[in-house]
């Protein structure tokens, strides 16, 4: 996944390969459309267990497989709470100091990493909720692969997470803004916008930098080879660890970036882009698609779902209307939410209540943020609920 300043590698090109038929997708689209009618009883079908849920709105909220944490802003201030998804109710809760704005929470490990505008404020045990590292004084810390990339005045410095020491330091005259990582280079970008590539073990310079020059990176992610930077209106790609630029595609306000078969999928303003990752060339380009899923799903500006070929761009099937959470899919109506698996058709459970807004899958749980805010985490059945 790529932070907008996290440093979670890419997988590799054809790691998720076009591994679904379409005719799985056609499968459980005529299996929800016959849900959405009286063809199908609807009591053939049971409710989802419900094991952990907010008990207000939730400003920002994370699913593992485990653990259903939530923060919400009170005057100000944040209180993140953990809650178990075997039924125990809440494993800790507290709080954080803050300036009104919703955390990024995400998991790395044993720990808890939050997250403000970019900035790493706190690491916390994520089985107890207490606090294993923060920033002291004027420094700006950064989530890169598993470990911390730390500034302050004048240095640059590494902090290995699972010993919670400072590995090295090294000077560094500018502030950094973002940071992403591989096995054995730290890059690092500057609020000037120049990024510099370090080895990791050493916090010595690999090469030269590179600087943009008007469209300033805002965003990075980083695969075995590759530096992916995004900027204001284009995405660039160099190669590590010497920084050398290999293309730029000029893009409106590019967001997101990911694998999609061999390509490189881009979100923007302007719809979904594939590009080809070691030329540049622009594969399709289609103002309809928004997002595009590891399965080999898009999802569409009008609320449907479909199967692409991600080299073409060519759609193989409709799935229907919903969105993607894992291998699920979800469909609604004014009071309940249909959970399918897509590559089956097999529907496995309902949702009372309308569409859900927001959902995530992590092991055998899933959790959506609801339309009044609340977070609900249910257990997702192993085999079909009618059995």
């Known amino acids: 996944m790529l932070i907008d300043l996290d440093a979670t590698p890419l997988p590799r090109p054809g790691r998720h390969p076009q591994r679904k038929p379409w005719k799985a997708a056609l499968a459980l689209s005529l299996v929800l459309l016959l849900v959405g009618s009286s063809a199908v009883r609807a009591d053939g079908y049971g409710p989802l267990t419900t094991v952990a849920g907010t008990d207000q709105r939730a400003s920002s909220w994370l699913l593992t497989t485990d653990l259903l944490v939530s923060a919400q802003v009170v005057a100000g201030n944040v209180q993140v709470t953990a809650r178990t998804l075997d039924g125990g109710g809440v494993a800790w809760s507290r709080w954080i100091e803050g300036d009104g704005a919703a955390p990024v929470l995400a998991e790395h490990g ?44 004048g240095r640059l410095g590494l902090l290995d997470l699972g010993a919670r020491r400072m590995v090295w330091w090294q000077p560094f005259a500018t502030r950094v803004v973002a940071a992403a990582a591989t096995g054995r ?89 594939a590009i080809d990752p070691f030329t540049g060339a622009v594969r399709w380009s289609d103002i309809r698609r928004t997002a595009w899923t590891d399965d080999g799903l898009a999802t569409t500006a009008d609320g449907r779902v479909v199967m692409l070929d991600p080299d073409t761009g060519r759609e193989l099937a409709e799935v229907g209307r919903g969105f993607p959470a894992g291998d699920l899919l979800l469909r609604g109506d004014e009071d309940r939410t249909w959970v399918a698996d897509w590559q089956s058709g097999e529907i496995r459970g309902l949702i009372p209540g309308a ?7 992590a092991g055998d749980h899933l959790a959506c943020q609801g339309p009044d805010g609340r977070v609900r985490a249910w257990r997702i059945p192993r085999g079909s609920p009618r059995e």
């Open 355 to 361: 569409t859900q807004v927001v959902c995530e899958r």
């Open 110 to 153: 044993p720990y808890l990493i939050v997250t403000f505008s970019g900035v790493v404020t706190l690491v916390l045990d994520r089985g107890t909720g207490r606090v294993r590292w923060e920033p002291e004084g004027y420094q700006f810390a950064f989530a890169a692969g598993d470990r911390i990339a730390v500034w302050e005045d």
């Open 185 to 273: 280079y730290l890059i690092v970008v500057d609020e000037d916008g120049v990024a510099h590539a370090r080895v990791v073990r050493t916090g010595a310079p690999v090469s030269d930098t590179f600087e943009r020059t008007g469209d300033a990176f805002v965003r990075v992610t980083v695969d075995d080879s590759r530096l992916y930077a995004l900027g204001a209106g284009s995405v660039t790609a160099l190669r590590l660890p010497d920084l050398t630029e290999l293309w730029t595609v000029p893009r409106a306000a590019p967001s997101h970036l990911t694998r999609c078969g061999s390509q490189i999928c881009v979100a923007t303003t302007a719809g979904l882009t």
